[in-house]
Every structure is written in C-alpha cells, then in structure tokens.
C-alpha cells in the first residue's frame, strides 16, 4: 500500500503565493507519475500539473508561467509551488502518484485534498 499525505493549503490574497507538499510513503520503488489535479465547487476535476520520474513536465494553460511542479525521488514528495494565484485558482488541490512497487504492481493513488481559497 502507497499513502500520500498533502500540505500547504490555506487562504491568500490575489497575487500571493503558495506551496503544495505530497509525500509518498510505503514500499516505493521509483516514480512514474505525480501531480496535481484540483476540483473547484460546482465542476469537474481537472489537471493542474504532472511531472514524470524523469523531470518532464506538463501543465494546464490556466497555469503555465505561474505554478511550477518538481519532484524529489529521493523523498518521493512532489511540490507544486504557486504564484500569482486568481480567485479563479481556488479549489480542492490532490495530489496523484502512479508508483512502482518493490514488489507488487505498479499502483495508483489520490491524496485526501487539500483546500486553496484565493481572495480578499
């Protein structure tokens, strides 16, 4: 079993900055996938950013130049760094983690969520 647990969220002003922590824990053999989605009250669930293993990245247009994803393999922890947040930006922040195990099958997982209010 793979847990992740979330920090990070809270409330900001417009214009202000934020940083998101997940951390994997469990028998983790290395990284595949983590990232970020976020669902907003009222809408579905959509990307933010993801970044392979690997170092490459992918991001939602809504947040190119102002979010900024990175990952440390040795921690297993993905970090979503926030600046410039909108009104717009706030929603239930999850984090996602498709991992390869020691041993067992490669495993997919969601965080519980955490919350970012963007307002003044």
């Known amino acids: 079993q793979v847990q992740l647990v979330e920090s990070g969220g809270g409330l900001v002003q417009p214009g202000g900055s934020l940083r998101l922590s997940c951390a994997a824990s469990?028998?983790?053999?290395?990284?595949?996938?983590m990232g970020w989605y976020r669902q907003a009250p009222g809408k579905e669930r959509e990307l933010v950013a993801t970044?392979?293993?690997?170092?490459?990245?992918n991001y939602a247009d809504s947040v190119k130049g102002r979010f900024t994803i990175s990952i440390d393999n040795v921690k297993n922890t993905v970090y979503l760094q926030m600046n410039s947040l909108k009104p717009e930006d706030t929603a239930v922040y999850y984090c996602?983690?498709?991992?390869?195990?020691?041993?067992?099958?490669?495993?997919?997982?969601w965080g519980q969520g955490t919350q970012v209010t963007v307002s003044s």
């Open positions: 996602y983690a498709n991992l390869r195990q020691r041993i067992g099958p490669t495993l997919a997982s």
């Open positions: 469990g028998s983790i053999f290395s990284i595949n996938v």
């Open positions: 970044m392979t293993g690997g170092g490459s990245a």
